[in-house]
């Protein structure tokens, strides 16, 4: 498997301890949801270290330790001519490159890793890829849309948040104290949980079917919680990875992005819920956090529903009284939202107030540079 390659890799590791910044990896939302009526075959079993489980004929899962209160994320390992592919890899800290050290001296001793792919660009899952790439000189597949914003995101250091981050947090209705707290935080922190990516990569492409070792793997985009994300469907095998995009217990973050200010997220993420109930509903569903569950249309009609109703709730406050994003925060989430959650509670507001402004049932006033959000 390239002892001097390995070597090499692990050289430019490094020693990343655990950092507060490890939580901000933006995989879970606020918005709670329901995940009545999901069945988990394995029940609570899930892989220990150097562990990998077989749950399908061509796929076998493995758990990398997170910090945070996601605490694992799953990478599943499609058998493939000469070793195996894996999909998703944890951030670059040592408690997650241990993990896979842990692998390559339990059940995938002498396996070595043929290509990594990464189903969306947030840091928990490209974190080890290039680690990953360089220890056993494989490609990086991922989406074009993953890819670029991966690269531009961990290109852009600056030591404070740029003047748009600001200004949409004052138009969300954060008050001085809270854009200085943000603004004191800095910059730049995508880049530290992810070692250095390879200079090109392998494109996916939405429908597009992969060979993995005779086992034909077609390639299914989402939307909203991230650009591009690409899920793994394997029919054959009743099988789909489906990343961050299906998460049984926890929602997905979908956020309004200040990168993208007139971007709706949420549209994005509903289209995509509907793209994904034409799969068939029997498919066990290997997701990044939590455990493999069939269930798939219920889960994605629940997720639907969830949102429908906190539109509707949205819409029917502001027609009584027009409101700042930080003014709907009880409307939507059921727990207080402190300084820690402030930024995710609004970009997720804020893709609730966007789709409602893009489907016409509100409309958007700015005075002083606040957003207030009111009847048509
Ligand atoms: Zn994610």
């Known amino acids: 498997m390239g002892g001097d390659a390995a070597s090499r890799a692990d050289a430019s590791l490094g020693h990343q301890t655990l950092s507060p910044d490890a939580s901000l990896t ?21 892989p220990g270290a150097g562990e990998a489980i077989r749950i399908a004929p061509s796929v076998r899962w493995v758990r990398i330790p997170m910090p945070g209160s996601l605490g694992h994320i799953n990478s599943w390992l499609l058998d493939d001519e ?19 050290k842990a692998l390559f001296e339990g059940d995938l001793a002498d396996t070595a890793i043929t290509r990594v792919i990464c189903t969306h660009l947030h840091p928990d899952h490209i974190g080890l890829a290039g680690w990953l790439v360089k220890r056993f000189e ?42 200085e707290r943000a603004r004191a935080q800095g910059w730049s922190r ?5 070692f250095r990516l390879p200079y090109g990569y392998r494109r996916l492409i939405d429908g597009q079917r992969l060979d993995i070792g ?15 994300h690409a899920c793994l469907l394997n029919e054959a095998d009743g099988v789909l990875i489906s990343g961050d995009q299906v998460l049984p217990r926890i929602s997905s973050n979908v956020s309004m992005s200040s990168s993208e200010p007139d971007g709706d997220p949420l549209g994005e993420w509903l289209a995509s819920i509907d ?11 290997c997701p990044a956090h939590g455990e493999p569950f069939r269930g798939l249309h219920v889960r994605l009609k629940a997720l639907r529903d969830e949102h ?18 930080t003014d709907c925060f009880p409307l939507l989430f059921r727990r207080t939202i402190g300084p820690d959650h402030i930024g995710l509670a609004t970009g997720e507001t804020l893709a609730h107030l966007r789709q409602l402004e893009v489907t016409g049932r509100v409309r958007r006033e700015t005075q002083d540079g606040v957003w207030w959000w009111g009847a048509v």
Request: net charge negative.
């Open 138 to 179: 494989a490609p990086l597949y991922m989406t074009r849309g993953e890819w670029l914003t991966a690269r531009f995101m961990i290109a852009d250091v600056r030591e404070e948040p740029p003047a748009e981050v600001s200004a949409m947090q004052r138009g969300a209705g954060w008050d001085e104290e809270a854009i």
């Open 190 to 194: 995508f880049g530290r949980m992810v």
């Open 275 to 285: 793209k994904l109930l034409t799969l068939p509903d029997d498919l066990i569903v």
């Open 26 to 46: 933006a995989d879970e939302g606020l918005v709670p949801t329901s995940a009545a009526g999901l069945t988990y075959p394995w029940g609570e079993r899930a």
């Open 214 to 228: 005779g086992h034909d793997w077609r390639v299914v985009v989402g939307s909203g919680h991230s650009p591009e």
């Open 82 to 100: 000469g070793g195996v592919a894996a999909v998703d890899t944890g951030l670059m800290l040592t408690p997650c490159s241990d993990a896979w």
């Open 308 to 325: 429908h109703d906190r539109l509707d709730a949205l819409a029917t406050a502001l027609a009584e009284e027009p409101r700042r994003a």
